[in-house]
């Protein structure tokens, strides 16, 4: 290398890093103006946010106790447990327990949001970026990082796995484009842009499951569009191959989660005021809490449909001079027709495609399109700013409709910083919390479990009409993973253990398997026990499914790891 070469290339890395330092400081201070009511208000507590807090430390209790990745949620349903994190994705979780493992409880929250928004902004810049100028992409880093959606996530929903799935998106959008062509990189290799999208893809989908629904679809969305605007079948079949290899990095998570869904009321994801037919725009329902909530997401989807319109009309006219081949006039007419189908699926008109399309229907509410709505809206207004010659009023506009959203949610939301607190002291009183309708185990009804119960209670033998039987009991080991005791008397008993039944629980007693028996309405586990001391060991073990999924996860990251060493990475650093 010659040295005018070697001075240019590291002026160009230079360069490159001051770009993104930029970047970080510009998402993490949007991120932070976002939690700025935080300081004198508390926590935003939304509807999911026990759901999550509950998670959390019920994952950093279980790394206390030597599990890493935890499958039984041991403080559901009270102390009964259920199998909530073999469902439910683990990114967020884990994250939100290990902030909670080196910081106060209640902090987590807020830089929960700071650190996933910040990314956001990261992510969003890495899309700009690449098509458009420094200054233009750190503007859409902003807008995306507070985003209508965004806030009503924040504010309102609390959904911190939907929010952290929302900051990868834009990722999966520009490693999309790469590798079905719509997008030259400067140094070709499909290898490597099918390796980085399936990483980005696999990350929402380890995020949150509606996501990874709206992902795969909008995708799919992308490859067909440039199978027509590049009259090639050769985007779909590297698509195709993207997507099987995302799915494959996720299948220690999402091949349990589909197979095990038998062991559980997973209908009840679909249940009364959660079907996509209850949450279309302005949908009123018999629930005046549902119909209101319902029209603030609707009015943050109209308002982030109109914005989108009016940034998309501008940047094509700021593009007009470019020809219709230009990877700029390509990106906006994709993206356009990405907006388009999220507008159309947010309407009762798309009800159709809702009964009929795989698996939509579990994304739950229509409005959740607006994660998808997000990514045109914060690059249009990215490319409307980068030509403009009154930049000032793009940005003021942005900044009056984005502070004007969150006002309005900051007064409608619920302000609370005792939710950690409470479930801390419930679960330092062996009291846990609720748990969740689609995750019960067959046979139970939680809703029939008490609130306070013994961790082993002794019952008559079956059939017995003698006095409650005397024993005396020793709990050698109680973990979310593992129950061991020792119960001696002189009569027949049964015992009930604090612990709903389920496949993967494998009981032994004096080194026996057996096969537990359950109560008809709650599915507690019982066991049947002979006079003398009895021995019993109950241990959550890994099904066959967990097994097969994590041997193809690992052959997946095997395949990664080949298709990223096929050169160096310049995907995200390429800018125009």
Not at 94 to 122: D, K, R
Not at 189 to 214: D, E, Q, T, Y
Not at 274 to 292: A, G, I, K, R, V
Not at 475 to 497: D, P, Y
Request: with cysteine; charged share 15%; aromatic share 12%.
């Amino acid at each position: 290398m010659t040295p005018s070469a070697e001075s240019t290339n590291r002026m160009n890395w230079s360069t490159g890093n001051r770009a993104w330092w930029l970047a970080l400081g510009v998402s993490l201070g949007t991120a932070l103006l976002v939690i700025v009511p935080f300081f004198w208000l508390g926590n935003a507590s939304g509807h999911d946010f026990g759901f999550h807090a509950g998670s959390w430390l019920d994952v950093a209790g279980q790394w206390k106790e030597g599990i890493f990745f935890p499958r039984w949620a041991e403080w559901a349903n009270h102390g009964f447990g259920e199998p909530r994190f073999i469902f439910y994705p683990p990114l967020s979780w884990m994250l939100g327990a290990a902030l909670g493992s080196v910081l106060p409880w209640n902090a987590v929250p807020g830089v929960f949001i700071v650190i996933v928004q910040t990314i956001a902004g990261l992510s969003a810049f890495a899309l700009a970026r690449r098509f458009l100028p420094e200054k233009a992409a750190l503007f859409g880093a902003a807008c995306y990082a507070a985003n209508p959606y965004a806030l009503v996530i924040i504010y309102m929903r609390s959904d911190f796995a939907e929010q952290l799935a929302c900051a990868f998106m834009p990722l999966v959008v520009l490693t999309a484009l790469h590798l079905c062509g719509l997008a030259e990189i400067r140094r070709r290799s499909w290898p490597r842009s099918m390796g980085l999208f399936a990483g980005a893809f696999a990350g929402v989908w380890l995020c949150n499951a509606p996501a990874g629904v709206m992902a795969s679809y909008s995708v799919a969305l992308i490859f067909a569009w440039a199978v027509v605007e590049e009259r090639t079948l050769r985007p779909l079949w590297r698509g195709a191959g993207g997507l099987a290899l995302g799915f494959g990095l996720v299948s220690f998570y999402l091949l349990p989660a589909a197979y095990e869904q038998r062991w559980v009321n997973i209908t009840q994801a679909l249940s009364s005021g959660l079907q996509p037919s209850d949450n279309f725009l302005y949908t009123m329902t018999n629930d005046p809490e549902h119909s209101l909530f319902n029209w603030i997401a609707s009015s943050a989807a109209v308002l982030l449909m109109v914005m989108t319109g009016i940034a998309g009309i501008a940047a094509r006219r700021e593009a007009a001079g470019e020809t219709e081949r230009d990877e700029r006039t390509k990106l906006w007419r994709v993206l356009l027709a990405l907006s388009a189908v999220a507008v159309i699926l947010m309407i009762r008109a798309s009800t159709i495609l809702w009964a009929h399309l795989p698996k939509l229907r579990f994304v739950q509410f229509p409005w959740r399109w607006m994660a998808i709505l997000a990514v045109p809206y914060a690059y249009f207004f990215a490319a409307a700013i980068a030509r403009a010659r009154r930049k000032w009023l793009w940005g003021l506009a942005v900044i009056l409709v984005t502070a004007s959203t969150a006002t309005f949610l900051v007064q409608k939301t619920w302000w609370d910083s005792d939710d950690i607190p409470s479930l801390r002291e419930a679960i330092a009183n062996d009291q846990g919390f609720e748990g969740t309708d689609e995750y019960d185990p067959l046979g139970d009804d939680h809703y029939n479990l008490p609130e306070k119960a013994p961790r082993v209670q002794v019952l008559p033998a079956e059939n017995s009409e003698d006095a409650m039987p005397q024993a005396k009991m020793v709990i050698e080991r109680w973990t979310a993973n593992e129950k061991n005791l020792q119960v001696t008397s002189n009569q027949f008993m049964r015992i009930a253990l604090r612990l709903l039944d389920y496949p993967a629980w494998h009981v032994e007693l004096n080194g026996a398997t057996v096969t537990p028996q359950r109560t008809e309405t709650s599915g507690q586990m019982i066991l049947s026990l002979s006079p003398g001391t009895q021995h019993i060991k109950v241990r959550f073990v890994r099904t066959p499914d967990r097994t097969w999924g994590m041997v193809i996860s690992v052959i997946a990251v095997l395949v990664l790891l080949a298709l990223l060493n096929a050169g160096g990475v310049r995907l995200l650093s390429a800018s125009p």
